[in-house]
């Protein structure tokens, strides 16, 4: 996608960190953002906040995991701004702890905002970004835990993992539509996502996780040697201007991307797939196509 200036940005999350960041990027670069977010408070501090930096910022309280709400929010920001050109499916919530304490308040709340709010993103605005004809592209924010895994990351990483296959589909399914997706794979990010214990709603009240005010400190502290939420948006802007697959701000996950890939190779069978019971060559023939098409899109 080219030509950002006059283009519409709904950016979920929008009210804090990376979302928060992508409005101040794209903001610059002249794109006009509806920022959805739960909280009304910081929703409007941000909305001011780009404002007084001269961007055309809007916002809307919006529980991305509501899917009538967002349904309503891509209607709300079309009656606001005529169109819609990038979303970015951002908002997000982390807690960590072994999975075997995990209540069904925590499944549910962890899904339904991480992964059934990407869904919930896609399909309200989708009708909208195939119906106008104009280049889009949609940015699912996943981590570098939807690649990989650590002890009590379980629920985090099942949303993350999730997010980026859906995107990586995605992509291929929009492609013919000349829509662009990409998937953000940050690590480490001074944001506060640290606190989302905090808005947690009463209907996932039921919880094998109480965090501390004295764990959200040490995870405070963790963050706080993070990337700046600018500096991921940035990374993000060259990408949506190239469409690329993968958005990958840190530096840092080489070695262990590495070492996972590594271990996969290792534990595929050592020999040629047996043609009569595989459709391999089906399967590459229709992947090769797909990527094809993907390319001849960019061109
Ligand atoms: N901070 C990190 O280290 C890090 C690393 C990798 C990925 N991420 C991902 O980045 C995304 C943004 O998080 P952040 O780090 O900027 O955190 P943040 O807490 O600073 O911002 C997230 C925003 O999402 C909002 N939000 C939470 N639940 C919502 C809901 N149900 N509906 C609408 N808005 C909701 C919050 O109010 C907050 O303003 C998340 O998807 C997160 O998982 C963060």
């Not at 997000?92 to 993103?121: C, R, T």
């Not at 949303?159 to 480490?188: E, T, Y």
């Not at 004295?214 to 802007?237: N, W, Y």
């Not at 996950?253 to 089906?282: K, S, V, Y």
Request: proline share 5%; glycine share 10%; hydrophobic share 50%.
């Amino acid at each position: 996608m080219q030509d950002l200036a006059g283009k519409v940005a709904f950016i979920t999350g929008g009210a804090s960190g990376i979302g928060l960041g992508l409005a101040k990027v794209f903001g610059a670069q002249g794109v006009k953002v509806m920022l959805a977010d739960v909280r009304q408070g910081p929703l409007d501090a941000a909305v001011a906040q780009l404002r007084a930096a001269g961007i055309t910022a809007e916002g809307l309280v919006v529980d991305v995991a509501d899917r009538a709400a967002m349904k309503a929010a891509a209607v709300a920001t079309v009656a606001a701004f005529g169109k819609v050109h990038l979303l970015f499916n951002n908002a997000g919530i982390s807690f960590f702890g072994p999975m075997d304490q995990a209540k069904e308040g925590d499944w549910d709340w962890m899904l339904g905002v991480n992964l059934y709010g990407v869904v919930n993103g896609v399909q309200a605005f989708l009708p909208h970004l195939k119906a106008h004809g104009e280049p889009c592209h949609i940015v699912n924010t996943a981590s570098m835990a939807g690649l990989l895994v650590g002890p009590g990351m379980g629920l985090y990483s099942a949303s993350k993992f999730a997010v980026v296959g859906l995107s990586n589909s995605l992509r291929l399914d929009l492609a013919p539509h000349g829509i662009g997706v990409s998937v953000l794979c940050p690590g480490f990010v001074r944001s506060n996502i640290h606190e989302a214990g905090k808005i947690r709603p009463a209907q996932y009240a039921d919880t094998g996780y109480h965090v501390s005010e004295a764990e959200m400190a040490r995870l405070d502290q963790v963050l706080a040697v993070g990337m700046d939420p600018v500096e991921v948006a940035e990374a993000v802007l060259p990408a949506v201007l190239e469409n690329r697959e993968w958005i990958f701000p840190h530096a840092e996950f080489q070695q262990e991307l590495r070492d996972l890939f590594d271990r996969m190779l290792a534990a595929l069978p050592n020999r040629e797939p047996d043609p009569g019971r595989t459709r391999i060559e089906d399967f590459r023939r229709a992947r090769r196509a797909a990527a094809a098409e993907v390319a001849d899109r960019l061109r």
